[in-house]
């Protein structure tokens, strides 16, 4: 299986302050169809997964601007600019270019 | 609006059996894969398995975790996805979701299975 191995476990950040989450694959994400199925996510408390991000860097409509992705192949990034309080949770990196296709450990975003 | 809605979940002992259902709406239901996937509290997500679409045959994968002992169907006359759980183990027990296509743009709100004697 692929690892996806995300980092760090968790960020306490002030409202206003920018962080980026750093997520690395075993293997490249690169699928047969050229395209890189790396998705981010935010499970806020109590609820479930939403993506945010597809395909590294696409932006799922109603996305705030603040967001973005990054990245290629092996290694990829989330980074959000000026951090509201509506942002804590924890943020999924997940693969779905190989089989089975698998989530990284997750970043718990806590705001200060 | 697509909605994805769970239902099914609850206490069974181990070695038991349990369908999971998915109400999809919103959409058309036969163009799209459909997953499972799981969560056990404060853990991450784990998926599960896929069921294609009507131009892909219906056809299934499988988490190796699970294979053989979880099914994954669907009734496109009813919109309905399921998740059929055989020989439940007691790190089976989970909140379980459905959700749509290959990168998972919409999930449901999860059903909790907890697997207990």
């Known amino acids: 299986d692929v690892v996806m191995t995300q980092t760090p476990p968790s960020l306490s950040v002030a409202i206003g302050q920018s962080v980026s989450i750093s997520c690395k694959s075993s293997q490249s994400l690169v699928a047969s169809d050229k395209n890189t199925y790396l998705n981010w996510l935010l499970q806020s408390p109590g609820r479930s997964p939403k993506r945010l991000i597809y395909q590294v860097s696409k932006l799922d409509s109603g996305v705030p601007d603040r967001f973005s992705g990054s990245g290629s192949e092996k290694d990829f990034t989330l980074k959000i600019s000026r951090v509201e309080a509506e942002d804590l949770g924890v943020y999924y990196c997940?693969?779905?270019?190989?089989?089975?296709?698998?989530f990284g450990s997750g970043t718990k975003l806590e705001i200060k | 609006e697509v909605k994805l809605l769970e239902s099914g979940g609850g206490l069974v002992q181990p070695g038991g059996s349990m369908r999971l259902s998915c109400a999809a709406s919103g959409f058309t239901f036969t163009d799209f894969y459909m997953y499972w996937i799981r969560q056990p509290a404060g853990k991450a997500p784990e998926w599960l398995g896929f069921?294609?679409?009507?131009?892909?045959?219906?056809?299934?994968e499988y988490n190796p975790s699970v294979k053989g002992r979880f099914t994954i169907s669907r009734d496109n006359t009813q919109n309905m996805l399921y998740l059929q759980m055989n020989t439940l183990r007691a790190e089976d027990t989970a909140t379980y979701y459905c959700?749509?296509?290959?990168?998972?743009?919409?999930w449901g709100q999860g059903v909790m299975v907890t697997v207990s004697s």
């Open positions: 959700a749509r296509r290959r990168e998972l743009d919409y």
């Open positions: 069921i294609r679409n009507k131009a892909n045959g219906y056809t299934t």
């Open positions: 997940l693969q779905g270019t190989h089989l089975p296709h698998t």
